[in-house]
């Protein structure tokens, strides 16, 4: 089967398996937070994978650097919500410390594929 370019990506597999296990701890949340702080950590965290793999798609490195700017801001944004979702005692301190662990590689990869990015192309420019 072929292979995409950003089935590839080790980010995108670190951002595959933090919706995992953003799904995994959400099933535990209360009721009431289904269309709250569940819904939005799902959305916030799927967004960093789709940003990656969109941008992707994108002809030029200052696009594709974009996607990856973007995908960065929902990390991001889910960090916020595990804070939140911590201190309402939704989640565990050490639920809360393990995703931010992972948070925490998938940022810095994002980091560097984005610096590799704009490199690229303002080698081209030169």
């Known amino acids: 089967m072929f292979e995409y370019s950003f089935e590839k990506l080790e980010v995108w ?18 009721d009431e937070e289904k269309f709250g702080l569940v819904s939005q950590l799902r959305k916030a965290s799927i ?21 990856t700017t973007m995908s960065f801001s929902s990390a991001l944004e889910v960090l916020n919500q595990l804070i939140l979702s911590k201190e309402l005692k939704f989640i565990s ?6 995703l931010r662990k992972v948070i925490s590689k998938i940022t810095n990869m994002l980091n560097s594929l984005r610096k590799s990015q704009l490199n690229t192309n303002k080698q081209i420019h030169q």
């Open 13 to 30: 597999k670190e951002s595959v398996e933090l919706v995992k296990g953003i799904y995994k701890i959400t099933n535990h949340f209360p």
């Open 47 to 67: 967004s960093i994978s789709s940003n990656l793999s969109e941008g992707t798609s994108r002809i030029t490195n200052k696009d594709k650097a974009h996607f």
């Open 93 to 98: 301190e050490d639920d809360y410390l393990e």
